[in-house]
């Protein structure tokens, strides 16, 4: 039986993540936001509540895979498929972007060429549950540019996988013909299996049975996710990679509805869990002693995201407005750059300050999100409208409209009042 203390400090974490949790959704800011702020509170850098990290990283891998395993339940192949090109183009032309400049830099800063190509990976990534939230708070998660922004996210998100795999090769000292194989085959078994998904509805065995009995469906979406993990790993392939192939069967059988339902609050307890985690490593005096570091870099990676972004679209032909409004919205580092730096730190491809660095930028490039996007809007509505004058572009920065704001502005008065 655990120690009285662990299973209170459980609960406790549990507890701060709740709170912080529903705060930042009132403030209509993503929950995970609170859930990072919850773990850099109670962890080695705040309380010290939670100092030993071994039972939470372990149910942060879960988190993890639940992630990929929901991810890949939500594709809808048949809308990803209609807009593929420009999703799959998109993300292409933003991973070899990201890597290209990192090694370009690679010579100026010392890094290795493994770290350059970690660091790009980590760069190129964005977050899905921030730029959702944000789409949802401004309702164009249903325009154009909301639908074509979340297809490029769910073609980063396959992309992980085989980051993954190219990362673990990166450790053992270069490619072999065998890694080379596993990323190929990984990448060729996928668009087969799509193939087959489009043209035909799978259902699942025991599909009567587990309908019968409520009690199952979560047991039988855990068995599908961990079950399939598992069987990659053992084919030497990474258990992510085999998550999310589970997802796309499902989310493209005929018990997608019930299944999706049933996960959805296990995914969002392991979820949890897995951002508390990122919040523990999160150090405020690490922020305050490297401020300039931090905020160079976060700088320049927002405005290089941005820029990249709009140029590969307007490469692809896409309209101005549109290549603004999606290129900002996914200007932030994602949540996978999370996992990511944790395997490459594993593989001893990234060093502990570095690690830190890391993680600090992503958290405040997520934190910052919200603020970026309405500075471009109303910078292309001030471009769009001519006019220039130095109140109006003062006014560009002018946040108080932002929901997380609004609410602490004081109300005007009625025109009766000022009368």
């Given at each position: 039986m655990?120690?009285?203390?662990?299973?209170?400090?459980?609960?406790v974490?549990a507890?701060a993540?709740?709170l912080?949790?529903v705060?930042?959704?009132r403030?209509k800011?993503?929950?995970?936001?609170?859930?990072?702020?919850?773990?850099a509170l109670?962890?080695?850098a705040?309380?010290?509540?939670a100092?030993?990290?071994?039972?939470?990283?372990?149910l942060a891998?879960f988190?993890?895979?639940?992630l990929?395993?929901?991810?890949?339940?939500q594709?809808?192949?048949?809308r990803?498929v209609?807009?593929?090109r420009?999703?799959?183009?998109t993300?292409?032309?933003?991973?070899?972007?990201?890597v290209g400049?990192?090694?370009?830099?690679?010579?100026?800063?010392?890094?290795?060429?493994?770290?350059?190509?970690?660091?790009?990976?980590?760069?190129?990534?964005?977050?899905?549950?921030?730029v959702?939230k944000?789409l949802e708070?401004?309702?164009?998660?249903?325009t154009?540019?909301?639908?074509?922004?979340?297809?490029?996210?769910?073609?980063?998100?396959?992309?992980?996988?085989p980051m993954?795999?190219v990362?673990?090769?990166?450790?053992r000292k270069?490619?072999?013909?065998?890694?080379?194989?596993?990323?190929g085959?990984?990448?060729?078994?996928?668009?087969?299996?799509?193939f087959i998904?489009?043209?035909?509805?799978?259902?699942?065995?025991?599909?009567?049975?587990v309908a019968?009995?409520?009690?199952?469906?979560p047991l039988?979406?855990?068995?599908?996710?961990f079950?399939?993990?598992?069987?990659?790993?053992?084919?030497?392939?990474?258990?992510?990679y085999?998550?999310?192939?589970?997802?796309?069967?499902i989310?493209?059988?005929?018990q997608?509805a019930?299944?999706?339902?049933?996960?959805?609050?296990?995914?969002?307890?392991?979820?949890?869990?897995?951002?508390?985690?990122?919040?523990?490593?999160?150090?405020?005096?690490?922020?305050?002693?490297?401020?300039?570091?931090?905020?160079s870099?976060?700088?320049?990676?927002?405005?290089?995201?941005?820029l990249?972004?709009?140029?590969?679209?307007?490469l692809?032909?896409?309209?101005w407005?549109?290549?603004v409004?999606v290129?900002?919205?996914?200007a932030?580092?994602?949540?996978f750059?999370?996992?990511l730096?944790g395997i490459?730190?594993?593989?001893?491809?990234?060093g502990?300050?570095?690690?830190?660095?890391?993680?600090?930028v992503?958290?405040l490039s997520l934190m910052l999100?919200?603020f970026?996007?309405?500075?471009?809007?109303r910078?292309?509505?001030?471009?769009?409208?001519g006019?220039?004058?130095?109140g109006?572009?003062l006014r560009?920065f002018?946040?108080?409209?932002?929901?997380?704001l609004?609410?602490?502005?004081?109300?005007?008065?009625?025109?009766?009042?000022?009368?």
């Amino acid at each position: 039986m655990p120690d009285l203390s662990d299973v209170t400090a459980v609960a406790v974490i549990a507890l701060a993540a709740l709170l912080c949790g529903v705060l930042f959704s009132r403030l209509k800011q993503p929950a995970i936001i609170g859930y990072i702020v919850a773990g850099a509170l109670l962890g080695p850098a705040g309380v010290g509540l939670a100092n030993n990290r071994d039972a939470v990283d372990v149910l942060a891998e879960f988190g993890v895979l639940m992630l990929l395993f929901l991810v890949g339940m939500q594709l809808d192949l048949r809308r990803f498929v209609a807009g593929w090109r420009v999703a799959l183009l998109t993300t292409a032309m933003q991973i070899v972007g990201c890597v290209g400049v990192a090694l370009a830099l690679s010579p100026l800063l010392g890094w290795n060429p493994g770290l350059s190509i970690l660091l790009g990976f980590i760069v190129s990534v964005s977050s899905t549950a921030v730029v959702i939230k944000i789409l949802e708070s401004s309702d164009e998660i249903a325009t154009p540019a909301g639908r074509m922004a979340i297809g490029i996210l769910i073609a980063q998100d396959m992309a992980v996988v085989p980051m993954m795999m190219v990362l673990s090769a990166l450790s053992r000292k270069g490619f072999n013909l065998l890694d080379l194989a596993k990323v190929g085959g990984s990448i060729l078994f996928l668009v087969l299996l799509f193939f087959i998904l489009l043209r035909y509805r799978v259902r699942l065995p025991f599909a009567s049975t587990v309908a019968k009995h409520q009690d199952l469906s979560p047991l039988t979406g855990l068995a599908w996710c961990f079950g399939a993990a598992t069987l990659a790993s053992l084919l030497g392939l990474s258990p992510a990679y085999g998550a999310f192939l589970a997802g796309v069967v499902i989310g493209n059988s005929t018990q997608r509805a019930s299944m999706l339902q049933s996960s959805q609050p296990i995914q969002s307890i392991l979820m949890m869990v897995f951002f508390v985690s990122v919040g523990l490593l999160l150090d405020p005096r690490f922020i305050w002693q490297n401020l300039g570091t931090v905020l160079s870099l976060l700088l320049m990676v927002t405005v290089f995201k941005t820029l990249l972004n709009i140029g590969a679209l307007k490469l692809l032909g896409e309209s101005w407005p549109r290549c603004v409004m999606v290129g900002v919205s996914l200007a932030q580092i994602g949540e996978f750059s999370f996992v990511l730096a944790g395997i490459g730190k594993d593989n001893r491809l990234l060093g502990a300050q570095e690690a830190r660095l890391v993680v600090t930028v992503t958290v405040l490039s997520l934190m910052l999100s919200p603020f970026w996007l309405m500075a471009a809007r109303r910078l292309h509505k001030l471009g769009g409208n001519g006019a220039a004058t130095s109140g109006d572009i003062l006014r560009v920065f002018d946040f108080r409209d932002l929901p997380v704001l609004r609410r602490f502005r004081p109300e005007s008065p009625s025109p009766e009042e000022s009368a």
